[in-house]
T-cell receptor, first 112, second 119 residues
Framework: GQNIDQPTEMTATEGAIVQINCTYQTSGFNGLFWYQQHAGEAPTFLSYNVLDGLEEKGRFSSFLSRSKGYSYLLLKELQMKDSASYLCAVRDLGSNDYKLSFGAGTTVTVRA | GAVVSQHPSWVICKSGTSVKIECRSLDFQATTMFWYRQFPKQSLMLMATSNEGSKATYEQGVEKDKFLINHASLTLSTLTVTSAHPEDSSFYIC???????????????FGQGTRLTVV
């Protein structure tokens, strides 16, 4: 099984930077995903890490350290529309297939 | 990214009736589709893994006779909530894995989700 932990809530000011941490425990790690989810909508894929290091995509970056079971999502130049829930998900080999397991999500509130 | 289409987006049904939700991969063939459920302010919980041409694999605690899954083709999987009750009201979401899909492939993308309300 997996144990995926991320903070429940974070608040930041428009234009600022916020870092959302995610720790996990798994036996057959095969990648870590970050998603953005607005209320009432399906999650939107943001990033994927399978090797250690930083992946940058515009204002969003994601980092992975497999040895530490740790990842973070970095949101730069925050905009009001970034207010959403951010989900960390780990893919690992279950009993017979790869599956995604999700953290509880971090609700980010961006204030003017 | 890969496109997964889910239908309907929302549905209201009477208690005791059945509801069918469709999940389609629009620009790729999916050997495997995943069905999730999300209750308000909670994360996604995997319900079952659907493989084309074979029986679905259900997660612990999910009733297979209540949540019928049919993966009849490489582009379509359906979830039928049978004899729905108010406690089945939830947000149901699917994702799909392409043939030969490796790390970071199509399974990263979700359908739009279906909001089910049972009254």
């Amino acid at each position: 099984g997996q144990n995926i932990d991320q903070p429940t809530e974070m608040t930041a000011t428009e234009g600022a930077i916020v870092q959302i941490n995610c720790t996990y425990q798994t036996s057959g790690f095969n990648g870590l995903f970050w998603y953005q989810q607005h209320a009432g909508e399906a999650p939107t894929f943001l990033s994927y890490n399978v090797l250690d290091g930083l992946e940058e995509k515009g204002r969003f970056s994601s980092f992975l350290s497999r040895s530490k079971g740790y990842s973070y999502l970095l949101l730069k130049e925050l905009q009001m529309k970034d207010s959403a829930s951010y989900l960390c998900a780990v893919r690992d080999l279950g009993s017979n297939d790869y599956k995604l397991s999700f953290g509880a999500g971090t609700t980010v509130t961006v204030r003017a | 990214g890969a496109v997964v289409s889910q239908h309907p987006s929302w549905v209201i049904c009477k208690s005791g009736t059945s509801v069918k939700i469709e999940c389609r991969s629009l620009d790729f063939q999916a050997t495997t589709m995943f069905w999730y459920r999300q209750f308000p302010k909670q994360s996604l919980m995997l319900m079952a893994t659907s493989n084309e041409g074979s029986k679905a694999t259900y997660e612990q605690g999910v009733e297979k006779d209540k949540f019928l899954i049919n993966h009849a083709s490489l582009t379509l999987s359906t979830l039928t909530v049978t004899s729905a009750h108010p406690e089945d009201s939830s947000f149901y979401i699917c994702s799909a894995r392409s043939i030969g899909g490796g790390a970071g492939a199509s399974e990263a993308f979700f359908g739009q989700g279906t909001r089910l309300t049972v009254v």
